[in-house]
């Protein structure tokens, strides 16, 4: 069975940093393409960002570029987002997505596999 559970989340100041993991199991993970999204309440989940089966490519939404980064570690099949200068408008309900394409989709029906969420919470 298919499982990408993430960790990390937490309560931080606005300026703050926070590191994200997303762990696979069950899933070739090394051909895996992976994103994370994110929703807020009464909002719809939106894309954060992707990475590609090497890590070799990456993508972000123009609201985190420059202040987060994503990348992976196919030896330990996770994945991971490191947030910097974080905003009260990043706090929301982070998720880990995979599927199996070459493309870097960052639309949230294109991921098969959904991990839990976590909750991140960026106080002013």
């Known amino acids: 069975q298919v499982q990408l559970v993430e960790s990390g989340g937490g309560l931080v100041q606005a300026g703050g940093s926070r590191r994200l993991a997303c762990a696979a199991s069950?899933?070739?993970?090394?051909?895996?393409?992976m994103g994370w999204f994110r929703q807020a309440p009464a909002k719809e989940r939106e894309f954060v960002a992707v990475?590609?089966?090497?890590?070799?490519?990456?993508n972000y939404a123009d609201s985190v570029k420059g202040r987060f980064t994503i990348s992976r570690d196919n030896a330990k099949n996770t994945v991971y987002l490191q947030m910097n200068s974080l905003k009260p408008e990043d706090t929301a309900t982070y998720y880990c997505?995979?599927?199996?394409?070459?493309?870097?989709?960052?639309?949230?029906?294109?991921?098969?596999?959904w991990g839990q969420g976590t909750q991140v919470t960026v106080s002013s």
């Open positions: 990475i590609n089966s090497d890590g070799s490519v990456t």
């Open positions: 069950e899933l070739p993970f090394s051909i895996i393409t």
């Open positions: 997505a995979a599927v199996a394409l070459v493309a870097l989709p960052t639309t949230a029906p294109m991921y098969r596999y």
